[in-house]
């Protein structure tokens, strides 16, 4: 069976213009190759543009949404300084995950009711707050926070005065609303301190 008739290029005789199925030799051949190669570059170029611009746009828009991130948790982290500051119990509820469990530097296990209970009750006074050092990282939608806190301050169990690391975990639940899931608090011995 004979394939069906293909216009491979028309043939440039003087006076015809008639398709012809045999390829044409010389010049005309040529410039037809040369043609569709110079189609081809261009096509490729106009595709490898697109995609250096999408990338770049990407790469613009993650920096983006990474800094607001970023700005969100500083933001969070201020407010949970001014609500233990005030005893704002309201505010520091409204920052604390339902499974919120932390470690104190006593190393006891503390739940978000205990938490906001202490800080209602007096039980926690911290009259002074200083963070430095705040470093933030994001897995996905959990945050990570490590700082240094210099406190000044009374507990239950007494003085809390004293600088102290600490590590704190946000998670993200709806998009934008990140809410603290766990917190551990250590004390920075001096040279030659012993625990």
């Known amino acids: 069976m004979r394939m069906p008739f293909r216009l491979k290029c028309i043939d440039r005789r003087p006076g015809s213009r008639l398709p012809s199925d045999t390829p044409m030799r ?24 697109v995609g250096i611009a999408t990338a770049s ?12 991130r970023r700005h969100e948790i500083d933001h969070l982290e201020e407010a949970w ?5 005030k005893e704002d119990t309201a505010a520091m509820s409204a920052l604390l995950a339902d499974n919120y469990m932390a470690i104190t530097p006593s190393g006891t296990l503390q739940t978000k009711e205990e938490a906001l209970a202490n800080l209602r009750s007096g039980r926690v006074h911290v009259t ?3 963070v430095s050092d705040r470093k933030i990282r994001f897995y996905g939608t959990t945050a990570l926070v490590t700082s240094t806190a210099d406190i000044q301050g009374t507990t239950a169990e007494g003085n809390i005065t004293g600088s102290y690391r600490y590590t704190r ?7 934008g609303v990140w809410k603290i899931v766990s917190f551990e608090a250590n004390r920075i011995l001096g040279p030659g ?3």
């Open 169 to 175: 975990v946000y998670v993200e639940g709806p998009p």
């Open 81 to 85: 300084r001014t609500a233990l500051l």
């Open 57 to 68: 746009l990407l790469g613009e828009t993650l920096r983006a949404q990474k800094h607001e």
């Open 193 to 195: 301190s012993h625990k």
């Open 128 to 130: 002074s707050l200083e």
């Open 26 to 49: 010389g010049l005309a051949s040529r410039a037809w190759t040369i043609l569709f190669r110079l189609r081809a570059i261009r096509a490729i170029s106009v595709m490898l543009l």
